[in-house]
Every structure is written in C-alpha cells, then in structure tokens.
C-alpha cells in the first residue's frame, strides 16, 4: 500500500514480546514487506504457477493445517540442523509446466513473526524423471536450475520460537522468468563427477539421535538406514532415495538415502564444483570445509556457525547404516561415491528394482550383503552371470546382475528383483 499511513493503538503499558511480534508482523504486512493472506490472491496467469498447500500427496513433517495457509504443528519439535528453533517441513505434489524452464521467481505469501523464518527451495525434473538438487531463493526470489526442467517442486520449511511463535505460510507461487537461456543438456546440474559415479574418501561420523527429527522429518529409529550431508541440496524427502550415497568401509557397502543435514555445517555442497558451491568456493570440488578446517585451519578452524571443528568430518551416518551396513565400530575414513540422480549413474547400462533388495559380494543368497537397491530406484550395470537359482513371487531364476559399488568394489542383485526380462534388460554377459 503505497503511500498508505498505518495507526497501531497500543493500551497495554508494557506489551508482551507476543504481542510485540504480532504488530511488528501487522505492521509488515501494510507496508508490503509480507503478503496479503491467500483470500487476496486472483487467478493463476500464464507462466505463473501456485503450489497446493493442501494436496493429499504432499509430504509434511509437523506440519498444521490452517484455514488461510498452514503453520507448525508442535513448537517444541525441533531438528538436529537448527537445534535452537521449532521445525516444520513441507514437500508440494509436483507441479507440470507444459513446457521446459530453467529461470523462476518465487512468491511465498507469509506471515513472519520476529524471530522466525521461512525458507522456500525448489527443483524440477526433465523428460527423463532425474530431479536436479534443491535450490533456494537468492536475495530477489529469482532461482535458476542447472539444467531446463518440465516438471516443478517446492519445499517449504518453517523455522519458529521453540514454545512460541511460529510462521505461517498462505500460498507459494513460481513464476517463469522472461529471459530464459537456452536449454542446457550437459552435466551443469551441479553434480557433473557425481552422475558418474565420482567417489570421495570421507570422514565419517554416527549420528545417534534415536527419537529425533531430521531435517526432512524423518523421526529417526533404532539401528536407522540414512546418512546426513552438509547441505540442503541433496536432501531427499521423507522415506525417498531421490538423493543417495554409496558408502564403502573395508569391503563392506551400502547405499543409502540423505534425509538429513550435516555434520558442522549446513550450506557446504562440497560434491559440486567450486563455482557453483554455496559456500567455501575456494575448495577444491569432494573436499568438505570441515575437512579443511580441521586439516588445514581453513577459516580458522571454524564452522559457518564459527564453531570450532573437532573432527573432519564429511557425512553422518545412522546407527543401522554405521553399524549393521558397514560394521564400523567407530568414526573413520570411508569411500562415498555420489549418486544425486536417485543412483542412476548417468548414462551406460541402467537397471530399475520393483522391490527391495540385498546386492551380495557373490552370486548367491549365501554370500555377503554389501549394498541395497530400492523399489523404482535405477542403477547403473556392467553385465550379468550364472548364479544361484532364486525363486520368489513365483518366478525362478539363476541370473545375477553385477553393479559397481564403488572405485574398488563390485557387487550382485538376483535378476528377479529388476524390472524387464530375467536380466532386467542387460544383454552381455559378464566375461
């Protein structure tokens, strides 16, 4: 309301710090600086596309709905990544824009109290049903994707005061940019090593927490399977495999989901090149910041946090995935091999799992479990050989696909849990 004077009568002699974010909040929203509720809204217009808050599909993690918009559910709740703040999160249903786009502006019509914050990211997909990382706003709302995309996502989270005040959100709405580049093909998606296989010698904590929330919801349970990147980039949402790791300890691997976000640090993407890192784009590409300010004293030994870095840590690892995946009985050195494409590898031979399944060291059910694959999850494939005949779900077959696991390793998947033929459409057999 430009031009507009607002008159806030205040009777209480001494306000209460509720009352005192309300105004504030009251009085951002007449000056335009927070949006009008969702009652206000008109029409979607072309090239303008709003997100169902209130879509059956989409994914909460204490999350309140409420009739203008939706706020958090228990302000008590917090996560590991923002221990000082109540936590919600919300994944929108997907959104198709009829078209291929790279640059958006996004809206996010809110209420804000002091205190609080709302973060708004997004990601699409192309034809070929890969999601590109999250990304978030910069300073004028304006996102660009690493790659031209036909299908739109939204991620909402909502920090508030633990026990108090909290955001509520109305509506969220991208809009295509006018200029948009050329669509680009290449491995610009800020994972260009990592579609293809690039793996990075890590070191690697436990993360414990049994009962708490990650940064995407999850609420985590006894011996869990998941590990914690340092960034929100490559955070799957709750109970996905879009984003995965293959974690390797002295011959022992398993690959597995990214739900939630650290060690140290929360904006370090340290898997993508130096110029499209978020932060520390003086590091070399697969070296973590903790990493660096442990070995080297980079930033003086401090966190983003300016915490001092106890340990070099690169990733995070759930009790299950610690223990029962890799059989490590303390921090250490392990190989990571990124998978951002949902572990498709990026190009060759891929297979897709319809179900649940344990990759072993050999072609049979005696031998050791190294890794997993996931139900409607891709991987890549190097050929296939004669094995154990398996039998499940009134199928028998002895052909084994062989995976890579990781720079050094190799690993086998029974034929019967791959999607297609017997081979799950690998046609050479392995020499």
């Not at 209480?12 to 949006?35: D, E, N």
């Not at 955070?235 to 011959?251: D, I």
Request: hydrophobic share 35%; aromatic share 8%.
């Amino acid at each position: 309301m430009r031009g507009a004077s607002v008159r806030v009568e205040i009777r209480a002699k001494w306000p209460t710090p509720l009352r005192v974010a309300q105004i504030l909040s009251l009085l951002l929203l007449m000056t335009g600086l927070v949006a009008a509720p969702a009652a206000a809204r008109g029409p979607e217009r072309p090239g303008s596309w709003r997100f169902d808050l209130t879509g059956p599909e989409a994914g909460r993690g204490n999350v309140a709905a409420r009739p203008d918009g939706m706020t958090v559910k228990d302000s008590g709740r917090r996560t590991v990544s923002a221990p000082g703040a109540s936590h919600a999160v919300y994944t929108s249903p997907s959104r198709s824009l009829g078209q291929e786009l790279t640059v958006f502006t996004v809206r996010t019509e809110a209420e804000v109290p002091v205190g609080t914050r709302v973060l708004t990211e997004i990601r699409g997909s192309d034809r070929r049903g890969v999601w590109t990382q999250w990304r978030a706003t910069d300073g004028g709302g304006a996102v660009r994707l690493p790659r031209a995309v036909s299908l739109l996502q939204a991620r909402i989270t909502l920090y508030g005061i633990l026990d108090g005040p909290s955001p509520t959100v109305h509506a969220v709405t991208v809009t295509a940019a006018a200029d948009q580049p050329a669509p680009r093909r290449t491995s610009q998606d800020g994972v260009p090593a990592a579609s293809s296989g690039a793996t990075y010698r890590l070191f690697a904590t436990r993360e414990g927490l049994t009962g708490q929330t990650t940064a995407n919801g999850h609420v985590i349970r006894s011996r869990d399977h998941f590990v914690a990147l340092p960034s929100r980039r490559m955070l799957a949402t709750n109970g996905g495999h879009e984003y995965q790791v293959r974690v390797c300890f002295e011959g022992r691997c398993e690959t597995a989901p990214v739900w939630d976000v650290g060690p140290w640090n929360t904006r370090d993407d340290y898997w993508n090149p130096p110029a499209q890192r978020e932060m520390w784009q003086d590091l070399a590409q697969g070296t973590p910041e903790a990493q660096a300010a442990y070995v080297n004293y980079y930033n003086g030994g401090l966190d983003e946090f300016g915490r001092q870095v106890a340990n070099p840590a690169g990733i995070d690892l759930a009790d299950g995935t610690f223990r029962d995946g890799l059989g490590m009985t303390d921090n250490d050195w392990v190989d990571v091999t990124f998978m951002p494409d949902g572990g498709s590898g990026g190009g060759g031979v891929t297979v897709t799992a319809w179900a649940d399944a344990n990759v072993r060291s050999c072609a049979s059910t005696s031998c050791a479990i190294v890794s997993r694959v996931y139900a409607g999850q891709s991987y890549p494939a190097q050929c296939w050989v004669a094995g154990q005949t398996v039998t499940a779900e009134g199928i028998t077959s002895d052909k084994w696909v062989l995976l890579p696991l990781n720079a050094g390793g190799n690993g086998y998947v029974s034929g019967i849990y791959l999607k297609g033929d017997e081979t799950g459409g690998v046609t050479n057999p392995c020499a």
